[in-house]
């Protein structure tokens, strides 16, 4: 089944604006937006990640989500560890002095080596999107 990124986006309106005037705004420009060309790069956007989410591999539909599920668990763990920090700051203080400590021991090389890695992944998943919408892949830096 294939999704029309502009339903999608329709859909989405629906729920982010309850209010019938606002989203018949958003629809609105989204409209002029789509007539003068200018939607294009958001519509790729959103069949790519319509594509992401449909695939069969396990490591391509999921690897946005969990990266995101990460992200909001460190982010929120941040309320509980402040909380706690008001009654037992010294251990709290500790625990984040380990946490440092832990990040810190590991080698510069593993973290360049895991940048190296991800920006590699990153370019062929941009150059894969591209190639599948019939677009060339643009060099990066007039390298590769």
């Known amino acids: 089944m294939s999704l029309n990124p502009l339903d999608l986006i329709g859909t989405a309106l629906d729920k982010i604006f309850p209010d019938a005037a606002e989203r018949d705004a958003a629809k609105l420009r989204m409209m002029e937006l789509n007539s003068a060309g200018q939607f294009k790069e958001i519509e790729l956007a959103m069949s790519a990640i319509v ?22 668990i460190y982010l929120l763990m941040a309320v509980p560890i402040g909380l706690l920090a008001v009654f037992w700051a010294a251990d709290v203080t500790a625990a984040i002095a380990a946490a440092k400590e832990y990040l810190a021991a590991i080698p510069v090389e593993m973290w360049t080596l895991f940048g190296a890695g991800y920006l590699g992944y990153v370019k ?7 190639v599948a919408s019939g677009m060339e892949p643009k060099k990066f830096m007039g390298l590769f």
């Open 51 to 72: 594509a992401e989410a449909q695939s069969k591999d396990p490591w391509t539909s999921r690897a946005r989500p969990a990266f995101l599920y990460v992200m909001y």
């Open 124 to 130: 062929k998943r941009s150059d894969d999107k591209e």
